[in-house]
């Protein structure tokens, strides 16, 4: 189960997570995060209260109902989820990632023949949040497992384009990554008793900076 959870929570997973800054880059341009300090605060602000908050509650979602053979279940909050993204470059990277890790389940799996008829009953489009939920169910890792691996992939994937961006030292990086180990075991406390009445997200600063990157000049990344 461990190396399960570190598979598909590792950077090398092909699915193309290292393309996406969410916002980072144009944050970045407008000096809006200069330093460390910036970074971490833009961070802890996401993990406290951003999307990626609401984001791993929806993979939980997904996660019970693949356990509970719960297929309108999963469809309704991979709907949901599709409705929530605030630009269309957010939506885009969510379907991009989460239709190439069911490709990738698929591919891996021994018994795809079971598994293959029950994802086609979902549809054609995977929030990558939804196809996580089910990925992690599939394989039977532990929820609580399964959430924290999420949040470090992600805070990986941000420092990684902080560090390319601003830039920062290699090492600055792994010092902020460390230094926000403590709030990604809070965040996970939180989300697994989280009432579906409390999803929400407040990531003012990410809706805008998507909307700007999605017309930004020069970028490196895909959003």
């Known amino acids: 189960m461990i190396l399960k959870l570190l598979q598909l929570s590792n ?8 393309s996406y800054s969410e916002g ?18 833009w961070l ?3 993990l406290s209260h951003g999307a990626i908050r609401l984001e791993t509650a929806l993979m939980l979602r997904a996660y019970h109902g693949w356990l509970n053979g719960e297929i309108d279940t999963i469809q309704y909050w991979n709907q949901w989820s599709s409705a929530v993204k605030e630009t269309s470059e957010l939506r885009e990277q969510s379907w991009q990632m989460g239709n ?20 086609q009953a979902l549809g054609k489009s995977y929030n990558y949040a939804i196809a996580l939920g089910i990925a992690s ?26 560090v390319k961006l601003i830039p920062l030292g290699q090492t600055a990086g792994q010092q902020l990554l460390q230094e926000l180990h403590p709030l ?38 895909r959003s």
């Open 100 to 119: 190439s890790l069911i490709r990738l389940l698929l591919a891996l799996d021994k018994n795809s023949s079971t598994l293959e008829p029950r994802l």
């Open 44 to 46: 802890s602000q996401e």
């Open 137 to 162: 169910a599939h394989w039977q890792i532990e929820e609580n497992l399964a959430i924290l691996g999420h949040l470090h992939s992600w805070t990986t994937n941000m420092v990684n384009a902080g």
């Open 24 to 41: 980072l880059e144009t944050a970045i341009e407008q000096q809006w995060i200069r330093n460390q300090s910036d970074l971490s605060h």
């Open 11 to 18: 950077s090398a997973l092909p699915l193309g997570a290292y």
């Open 184 to 221: 990604m075991e809070i965040t996970t406390a939180e989300i697994l008793v989280l009432p579906d009445e409390d999803l929400y997200s407040c990531s003012w600063g990410l809706g805008l900076a998507s909307m700007q990157h999605e017309i930004q000049y020069s970028r490196l990344f």
